[in-house]
């Protein structure tokens, strides 16, 4: 089903920002606590990412204690690449919690299990969902899905896809790509640039979910996805450029990620209405 929400005309434009150092300096000083479910392939990367970056990960996935943990965590990940029933439940119970959170549909479209519960958890509202294009319009109601994990459309192809999901939910929407893109209500941003050797390495965009809940702990949504997604950019070309090839360059990217300092990201995030 397609998802329609018409705003009200009294609900006034938020202004824009686009300041990512700023972000990453909060990160930084506050270091937040960011609790990751997500799918077993990436566990390990990702919290590697999160120290890397700045935060703390706490990869804490068991009902009966994810939404307690959510209740004091900054920020939540919930990432469907194996959403086993144990996952199903708590993520069920962590977006109950009211803590920002990232919604990351992984597989959405074709497969039915994550199909549905990510549809469930779209009406809790996360504070930003993030996908590839094909899992963007698949989620919106408007395509089928990729190949597995992998697009099959760009992110401009999903452009009204996410501003339909971001008008549903209230929150942002975060499209990977060559140029990623994020929108929310009346807001639009791209961040350019970025290496292809993040497409070779499990757990490249998983994490960045993962970063984008450990930003949305210091910052609103909109300004913590467009933080993350020009981290990643920096981060992935520099590794690039001194690595021999995908194994090199996970390890360089964890380097990088740990090296990126503010000022790197001056001039990364282009806004526009």
Known sequence: MVVR?????????PALQADPARALERLREASPL?????N???????ANALLALGAAPAMCDIPG????????AGGVLVNLGTPTAEQRDAAREAVAAGTPWVLDPVAVGALPVRTALA???????PAIIRGNASEILALAGLGA???GVDATDTADDALDAARELAAHTGGTVAVSGETDLIVDAGRTARVPGGSALLTKVTGGGCALGAAM???????????????ASA??????ERAASRSAGPGSFAVAFLDELAAVQPHDLVGRVELTR
């Not at 018409?6 to 609900?11: A, Q, R, V």
């Not at 809940?213 to 933080?227: L, N, S």
């Open 5 to 13: 929400t018409s705003s009200s005309p009294s609900t006034p434009t």
């Open 40 to 46: 077993a392939v990436v566990t390990n990367f990702t």
């Open 119 to 125: 549809h469930e958890l779209l009406e809790a509202r």
């Open 65 to 72: 204690e994810a939404g307690m943990f959510a209740g004091i």
């Open 213 to 227: 809940a450990a930003f949305a702990a210091v910052v609103e949504p909109f300004e913590a996805a467009h933080a």
């Open 231 to 236: 981290v990643w950019a920096v981060a992935s």
């Open 145 to 147: 899905g990729g190949r």
């Open 34 to 38: 960011t609790q990751c479910i997500t």
